[in-house]
């Protein structure tokens, strides 16, 4: 098992930034990629970018490119989203995810066996 822990979210006028951490912890060992997605109310979990854990490879989606930074700190087992010029349309529950399959840099929610509970983001306009 592997479990992760998102903190860093809150309220952010428009043209901030935040950063989100996530700490994993168990058998983190095992895991090949970490994500970040979000939630919008009623819209579906989207994408938002990913990182592979051994070799740092990355991929974002369309909407954050050049906004948003993952990286990731292998020795304190924590993955970090940098989010700058923040919009009210990034207003959602961001959560961190692990995947520890073969396909790296997966883009789909069901392709993640591990989820954080979640931290809100909110961008006042």
């Known amino acids: 098992q592997v479990q992760l822990v998102e903190s860093g979210g809150g309220l952010v006028q428009a043209g901030g930034s935040l950063r989100l951490s996530c700490l994993a912890s168990?058998?983190?060992?095992?895991?090949?990629?970490m994500g970040w997605f979000r939630q919008a109310p009623g819209k579906e979990r989207e994408f938002v970018a990913a990182i592979t854990w051994s070799g740092g490879i990355i991929s974002y989606a369309d909407s954050v490119k050049g906004r948003f930074a993952i990286s990731r700190d292998k020795a304190k087992n924590t993955v970090y989203l940098q989010m700058n010029t923040l919009k009210p349309e990034d207003t959602a529950v961001y959560s961190c995810a692990a995947a520890s399959g073969f396909v790296l840099l997966p883009r789909r929610p069901n392709e993640y066996a591990y989820w954080g509970q979640g931290t809100q983001v909110t961008v006042s306009s």
């Open positions: 168990g058998r983190s060992f095992s895991i090949t990629t």
